[in-house]
């Protein structure tokens, strides 16, 4: 049983043949027609395909060192930009944490200050808005922390 390689080794053969048996403008038609068939290829990465790398190599002598150096370069920008998007995310955090501190200490002083006055009333309210506002800074999730935590 001939295998998949060997049938189509007989059929390029056969092709030849054929084409030799036509005359030269009926060939030249053929060929170029099969000249003109397109060839396909995928490669996902971040370097092109081997047989790729190489063709550049011997275009330019030293395309394949340049085109490492920026693979390398572009890593380390990536690695250096996720660093700071954390960073910046941790201190903008920490920010949002102290200022609402901040604020419920003010909250609950002026609610202090108006109880102690006879202003029962709105000093519940602004007590009620510190615990309020205390409770969302102490239980709140980030959002980008929910969308993490689902993949």
């Known amino acids: ?12 053969t056969d092709v030849n ?4 048996t036509l005359d030269p403008e ?3 038609i053929i060929v170029k027609a099969f000249m003109a068939m397109e060839t396909e290829r995928t490669f996902r990465g971040p370097l092109p395909a081997p047989e790729d790398f190489r063709a550049y190599g011997e275009v330019i002598p030293n395309a394949p060192e340049r085109i ?8 380390l920008h990536r690695i250096h930009t996720e660093e700071s998007i954390v960073k910046s995310g941790i201190v903008e955090s ?3 944490q102290w200022m ?3 604020i419920v200490l003010i909250l609950i002083g002026i609610s202090t200050l108006l109880a102690s006055y006879g202003h029962d009333w709105v000093a519940g309210a602004m007590m009620t808005a510190a615990i309020g506002l205390s409770v969302i ?5 980030n959002p980008r922390e929910k969308e993490t935590e689902g993949e």
């Open 94 to 96: 920490r920010r949002g």
């Open 17 to 20: 043949k054929v084409l030799d």
């Open 68 to 75: 490492l150096s920026m693979t390398e370069q572009q890593a």
């Open 1 to 12: 049983m001939a295998t998949c390689n060997e049938t189509l080794s007989e059929e390029i």
């Open 137 to 141: 800074f102490v239980l709140r999730q």
């Open 26 to 28: 009926q060939r030249t």
């Open 100 to 102: 609402g501190y901040s």
